[in-house]
Nanobody
Framework: QVHVVESGGGLVQAGGSLRLSCIAS????????MGWHRQTPGNQRELVAS???????DYSESVKGRFTISRDIAKSTIYLEMNNLTVEDTGVYYC????????WGQGTQVTVSS
């Protein structure tokens, strides 16, 4: 089974950028579908970006045009490039299968200040 460890979060001013990384252990050689989920204070976890096994990318409307998901199968790593961050992007970011089928990692905290 695939286990994930997220990193790259931090404190950034509005308009800034961050790059999140997720290293997956286990059966990642075939590049499974993966995504980035976000949990904001008081809200349920939501899928904000995903990549299918064949490489198709999808984004939620709230991040489209600002976030980019990518992967390096050789490194078993999934990335989330986040640009033009807003206060509303503050939350804990998790990588997982788009349907959350894997054990959840600890996530990485992103805090955007105004």
């Amino acid at each position: 089974q695939v286990h994930v460890v997220e990193s790259g979060g931090g404190l950034v001013q509005a308009g800034g950028s961050l790059r999140l990384s997720c290293i997956a252990s286990g059966r990642f050689s075939d590049g499974p579908a993966m995504g980035w989920h976000r949990q904001t204070p008081g809200n349920q976890r939501e899928l904000v970006a995903s990549m299918s096994r064949l490489g198709r990318k999808d984004y939620s409307e709230s991040v489209k045009g600002r976030f980019t998901i990518s992967r390096d199968i050789a490194k078993s790593t999934i990335y989330l490039e986040m640009n033009n961050l807003t206060v509303e992007d503050t939350g804990v970011y998790y990588c997982n299968h788009p349907e959350g089928l894997l054990p959840w990692g600890q996530g990485t905290q992103v805090t955007v200040s105004s």
